[in-house]
């Protein structure tokens, strides 16, 4: 069973400034809820209640909102505002949230690495909360691909097709598909050219990883922009073994960009007139 997540959220959201000048990137909110939030929810909906954040400097509104407001609590306790808190107040109680500091911005894999300390020798989860996903009937991305997992107990990431002309903005797989949307990886490569991408298929940012990936991230050299690539790890562990990709059903909207947010806000909003 996986119980943990984790988030890695030490970047500096750079193409969100001055937005992101004072304020975490995953703080920016998709109409009243900070995007962390929606990835936290994504895997509580998966069954897992362990939420453990790798954060930076500049990140304790992150460690705010995941903990209780006494004063703001008492404030507009009994009055028809109450209900504004109800979802993250859900979410405290069910969920412990544990942090530990990347100081140094050496990559997505060092950020994985970081975390090994909250996490220990099990499988885990890992949420890019900038990737901003909602499922289907069948559940969020993430229980989807727990799914998987209790079949095939690997490594697993989730995949999208993507425009061939955008493979420089994503780790790219090549795979056999050995049933309907999933795909053993044969190859993996971080943010390749168009003309020498293996594929389309671009990872975004949900991953179900084996323990094994920590050691295999601590001899993984620098790769793509001298940052140590997860990309590149799980390369090694599909070589060693097996690493899958899933084909999620869903949307996913790339926050981490301006057009992306908008379209997901957009999105949510339509969804929550229809409700
Ligand atoms: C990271 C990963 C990349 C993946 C992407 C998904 O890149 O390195 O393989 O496709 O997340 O969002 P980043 O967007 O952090 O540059």
Same mark, same amino acid.
Do not use: W
């Given at each position: ?19 992101? #000048?004072?304020?975490?990137k ?20 998966? %069954? ?30 009994g ?14 109680d069910?969920? *412990? ?9 050496? %990559?997505?894999?060092?950020?994985i690495?970081?975390g090994? *300390? ?5 499988p ?10 909602? %499922?289907?009937?069948?559940g ?12 095939? #107990? ?7 097709e ?58 993984t ?14 390369? *090694?562990?599909?070589?060693? %073994?097996?690493v ?13 960009s ?6 997901? *806000?957009?999105?949510?909003?339509? #969804?929550?007139?229809?409700?």
């Open positions: 069973m996986i119980k943990k997540c984790l988030f890695p959220a030490a970047g500096y959201g750079t193409r969100f400034l001055p937005a992101t #000048k004072a304020m975490p995953e703080m920016l909110p998709v109409l009243t809820k900070p995007l962390i939030q929606y990835g936290v929810e994504e895997a509580v909906e998966a %069954g897992m209640h362990t939420m453990a954040i790798v954060t930076g400097r500049g990140k304790r509104a992150l460690e705010d909102h995941f903990d209780v407001s006494y004063e703001l609590e008492h404030q507009i306790k009055s028809d505002k109450e209900h504004y808190l109800t979802e993250i107040r859900s979410l405290i069910q969920c *412990t949230f544990s942090y530990t500091r990347q100081n140094e911005m050496k %990559g997505l894999g060092h950020a690495l970081t090994e *300390t909250l996490i220990g020798n099990e885990f989860a890992v949420i890019l909360a900038d990737d901003l996903c909602d %499922g289907n009937s069948d969020g991305v993430l229980s989807q691909m727990v799914e998987l997992f209790n079949k095939y #107990k690997c490594s697993i990431v989730a995949i999208e993507i425009d061939p002309s955008h493979t420089n903005r994503y780790g790219i797989i090549e795979g056999k598909e050995i049933e309907d949307g999933v795909y053993m990886i044969s190859n993996m490569v971080e943010k390749p050219d168009p003309a020498n991408a293996p594929s389309n298929l671009a990872i975004i940012g949900r991953y179900i990883l084996t323990p094994d990936i920590f050691g295999i991230i601590e001899n050299p620098a790769g793509k922009g001298g940052e140590i690539q997860i990309t590149d790890a799980l390369m *090694t562990q599909a070589q060693k %073994g097996m899958l990709a899933y084909k999620f059903k869903g949307k996913r909207f790339d926050c981490g301006v057009e992306g947010f908008v379209e997901a *806000t957009n999105y949510f909003y339509e #969804k929550s007139t229809e409700q």
